[in-house]
């Protein structure tokens, strides 16, 4: 605890200096979620231990079929992983008989469709998303939204269990985001927080829906009429259709609104993806497909790329929009931390009211480049922890006018789920 206490003060004092040292102006909301962060960074240090990796028994994993359109989706104003299309959802695991058994070294990530996290947030729902599109975490091309390998699924229940002893739908994930771009002179801060649950069935095992509500805070920019707030409401509805040990398919659709709540003419929004997944071999997965966003600046996306597994603690998600590489520098018997690199497209369009009265239409874009740290634990609190770069900002109106090109920012975020 000492050193976890120590991290936590060295943390706030560095935060302090890097305050008066930079031109940036952080509103009370930045400073608590950097607060936050510092504390749990302090937790690092010592992180719970379990059983000696020594004595680890083999653990069996269960991949859950998470849905959402991440991610894993926020895009920064949500993540919108393409759009929360980010969809968020990992497609239900294919096991092949030549599955190679568990490593006692911990938990081992079964080969399957669950490992190609397609985060093509913006939702792109934006999980993965972060002023978030169809709901979420940038441009989500994240079959699942998380690769949360261990969480309980219906697909997995114990065949002892029948049908019609589980209940017809139950939540089978929430995920609570919240992050902060503070704001560099003359430029724009965002504030989001990001709520979404998705819900599983049991006698419809391959289908997932996630109701999604976000909120901006912005503060400013000066040089343009932008809201002080806006808003995200979607539901995203998404299913995997397995063709065999090595093919599957994850079409979803996510209707939704963004708007101020004041311009609603124009708020409505359809996103939506259809992916194809092929596994190669235990090691590598390939997919393509596409990412409908229909944002005013990017309508869709293309879909593409490998997911690459060399070892337990190595992972190389090289997808196109949000490519990722992960290694995993901590594990026991039932708990995992990661920490990655990403990057991500981030933004969102919505409805607004102009300073006039007249309706317009908002687009928001950046480009994000983020180190994290994820921490997996089995049937608890799973958390990730970002920070990174933010520039190519830029707002752009329907009306063309007021656009503005904005300069690069930091940004902060802390997501939860259970």
Known sequence: MGCGSAVSGLGSRAFSEMKSALPLRFSMRTIILASSLGTVLGGLIAPATGQDDSQSAPFET????????????????????AEEMSATTEP?????????????????????FADAR???????????????????????????????????????????????????????????????????????????????????????PFLFVTPRVAWHFLDGPPTTDLPPRLFDFSLDTTAFVPLDDRWMIQAGVAPGMYTDLHAMQDAFRITGRGLVFYRWSPQLQVAGGFIYLGRKDITALPAIGAVYTPSDDLKAELLFPKPKVAYRYHHDLDRERWVYLTGELGGGTWAIQRSSGSDDI?????????????????????????????????????????????????????????
């Open 62 to 81: 269960a991949i859950p079929a998470d849905s959402e359109a991440e991610t894993s989706g926020f895009l920064f104003f949500p993540r919108s992983g």
């Open 92 to 112: 239900p695991p294919i096991t092949p008989a030549d599955e190679s058994p568990v490593s006692e070294s911990g938990p081992r990530e079964r080969p399957s």
């Open 118 to 204: 397609l985060d093509l947030t913006e939702e792109y729902q934006g999980d993965h998303n972060r002023f978030d599109d169809a709901g979420g975490r940038p441009i989500p091309f994240e079959p699942a939204e998380a690769d949360n390998g261990w969480r309980d699924s219906s697909i997995q229940r114990p065949e002892t269990i029948s049908l019609n002893d589980q209940p017809w739908v139950e939540w089978h994930k929430i995920t609570i985001q919240g992050q902060t771009l503070p704001t560099a002179e003359e430029g724009l801060g965002v504030t989001s927080v990001d709520i979404k649950g998705t819900l599983k069935f049991a006698k419809l």
């Open 362 to 418: 908002a687009t928001y874009r950046d480009l994000q480049l983020l180190l994290g740290i994820e921490h997996k634990e089995t049937g608890g609190l799973n958390w990730q922890m970002e920070g990174g770069y933010v520039f190519s900002r830029e707002i752009e109106y329907e009306s063309q006018i007021g656009n503005t090109e904005l300069p690069a920012t930091a940004v902060l975020r802390l997501v939860l789920s259970f």
